[in-house]
């Protein structure tokens, strides 16, 4: 038997769907360069994609024609050399539309195999939001902001040949950067792109995150029905209503906090968050009925408490806030956890007011696709120089 | 006829005043799978809040059915059935035949129940446009029938539909280096037809639910009138439309504000413009120029000025040249059609 290799892009549904198709795709054809064979797929479960809900492709090359049909005929791959991350908030795990539960970025990856993440973010920071693997792994970190696109224009910054690079240093094996910068001469028949690839393997090196690092939490999951515990007709229960609630500072009870789907949560739909600043806000209720995703939670003093359940982060409750600053959109990777804000200004006003300062400071801005024409070319240069200069 | 239509009472729903009379209960909450920024998961929660808990829902096949209610788990708190993708109107007119049947023979208690069949624009537009037509002739059912219409088939990855507009890139008419335009019908013009081609059906409306306020009030005066009743929603898709989510909300404003989306109802056979188009057509306010709206989106990316150009032509024909301004497209006399090379 020959070797079999495996890597898997992750990737925010349409967002990143050409981005991740180019990546799997170039793959193939650049291990097709050294006589291997290989074959690229989206994962079934993951079509249709929903903006912004992760999902994934993968490669898979081999040898020799029997091993990669020996590959082929698994669903998806068990374990895999390499996972690529094309947005750095995908760290902090993966839930699919598809499944129930949130499964670690890292959960694939084999003994020793390579998680690369496009980021901006210094290394500490992706292990923290990573979840902890029982045995070693390393991180690489191809440096960018996070690439994002829409389903029909495509903002071409490179990271895709960075990321192909990238792979040709990490795992040798699989091909050389020769067989890479030759597959994107052929793909794209662009001098600039091939030296971005060149450019990035020179700079590629990775550190071993080891299981003692990371984030300790147990993702959560759920047991699944059995079929005789199904019921007829493929009727099942509805959400309940929901209820008011106490603030836990006057006891007084009162607002609404809906029911929510126990089984699909937006914890790793979002790569921005909304965050509050309930002195200011003037209680339109306009980010709380706008929302798609009823994500607000009335309180018993009739403030809108983003609920980080069920917030996608699309960022609808600021464009429609009508008062300055009041609802900011704040890059996920600032966050650790998933706490109750207007809990914590009930709580601590002062401490509240600079916490919100210093996220809202700190914040890079993220850019979520198509915002007007000419945007992707003003974008593009920033990143090329990255390329480039590292 | 009038002997023969036995009408029974509706709930009343009295419009609500303003947004801060809007209550807070949902009826359809978080947890369903759509995308960042998805307008028609909006309307599906203005349409159950107001609605409100004594109301069945049926959806037929598409966004609003995937998304929401996959893999054994749902984001509904009212009944909810699915139904084929274009049986959206015979769904609507069996269940409403069915509760009044079982309140006849005394098997539940006899009591006003909405009956709301939603579609989006391929199940309702394309295929279940007869289905909704026949249901919109029986007089002596109380039910809606709401399209949402994100111009496309979303849920599959974007092909075309009937509601498609003109020039747009789909996953069927990808612009190519020698052929720019691949898509040369234009959009359906679905709530005028339904209006002008079912007399005795009490309330049609266009509605965006940009205008949350506007399209609650919609819905509860299409389930308070009686008989079968029908309101098209324009929904902004950031997946298909190619724009960032944020700008979802104020995609559905250019629509309006860009006369691309005329807001009128008909009720009773009698006509009214309302909220912003009212305004844009006494003159109060301007017509944006649709540059502003198709600039925004990635699936007119590829347009020239020309284009651009002939997207305001047909918009300003439909305000300048049609006999019913923004909903009937008759007109006095043979316009030429010119579409750029």
Known sequence: MGRLFAIEIIYRGIFQKTLGKHISRSIVLAAHKEDKLGISFGRYGDSPERNGIPAKNFAIVATDEQTLEEGMAKYEPKEVDITIAVDDTLCKGVESWAWYGLQPVNRLLKPGGTLIVTSREQPEALIEMAHRKEYPYKLAIVKGTPSFSGLWVYKDDHTDVRILGAIARILPELFSLESVQKAIMDEWHDELKATSAGKSYERTTSLTVQPNQGNPEEPYRFDFPKWHEMGEGIAIPSIPAGHSFEDPTTHAVGGFRPDRNPTFKKFSTRTMRPVVNFDTCIKCTLCWLQCPDSCFDVTPDGLYDANMQACCGCGVCEAVCPVKDCVTMVNETEFRDNASQWEMWKKDKEGYKTWLEEKIKSHPERSHGFRYRGQYEEQVPEMLEIAREG | ?341
């Open chain 2, 1 to 341: 006829m009038a002997t023969y239509v036995q009408i029974d009472p509706t709930q009343k729903l009295d419009p609500f005043k303003a947004v801060k009379k809007i209550p807070l209960e949902e009826f359809f909450t978080s947890g369903h799978r759509t995308c960042q920024g998805c307008e028609s998961s909006l309307v599906m929660k203005t349409m159950a809040k107001a609605a409100g808990p004594r109301t069945i829902i049926l959806g037929s096949t598409g966004c609003m059915y995937v998304a929401n209610t996959t893999y054994y788990s749902t984001s509904w708190v009212i009944p909810w059935m699915h139904t084929q993708l274009g049986s959206s109107g015979s769904a609507a007119l069996g269940t409403a035949a069915a509760l009044k049947a079982l309140m006849r023979k005394g098997k539940i208690k006899n009591e006003p129940i909405n009956v709301i069949a939603f579609c989006g624009d391929g199940g309702g537009a394309d295929m279940g446009v007869g289905a909704i037509s026949a249901t919109l002739t029986h007089p002596d059912y109380n039910l809606l029938i709401l399209m949402y219409d994100n111009e496309s088939y979303a849920n599959t990855d974007i092909q075309l539909s009937g509601s498609t507009p003109w020039g747009a890139h789909t996953t069927f008419s990808p612009p190519g280096k020698v052929k720019r335009i691949m898509h040369h019908r234009w959009k359906k013009n679905m709530a005028g037809m339904m209006a002008v081609g079912h007399p005795t059906c009490r309330y049609v409306a266009t509605m965006c639910m940009s205008y949350a306020l506007a399209g609650m009030n919609a819905i509860r005066k299409a389930l308070s009138i009686g008989g079968p009743t029908f309101i098209h929603s324009l929904d902004p898709c950031p997946k298909g439309w190619d724009y960032d989510p944020y700008l979802s909300h104020e995609m559905g404003e250019l629509a309006v504000n860009t006369g691309v989306w005329p807001l009128y109802e008909v009720e009773d056979g009698v006509l009214r413009l309302t909220g912003r188009t009212q305004q844009l057509a006494a003159g109060k306010i301007k017509r944006q120029p649709v540059r502003n709206y198709l600039l925004k989106q990635g699936r007119f990316a590829h347009f020239t000025n020309d284009d651009i150009d002939y997207f305001q032509s047909k918009v300003d024909e439909m305000w300048n040249k049609w006999l019913v301004p923004g909903v009937i497209p008759f007109r006095k006399e043979v316009e030429a059609d010119n579409p750029p090379a």
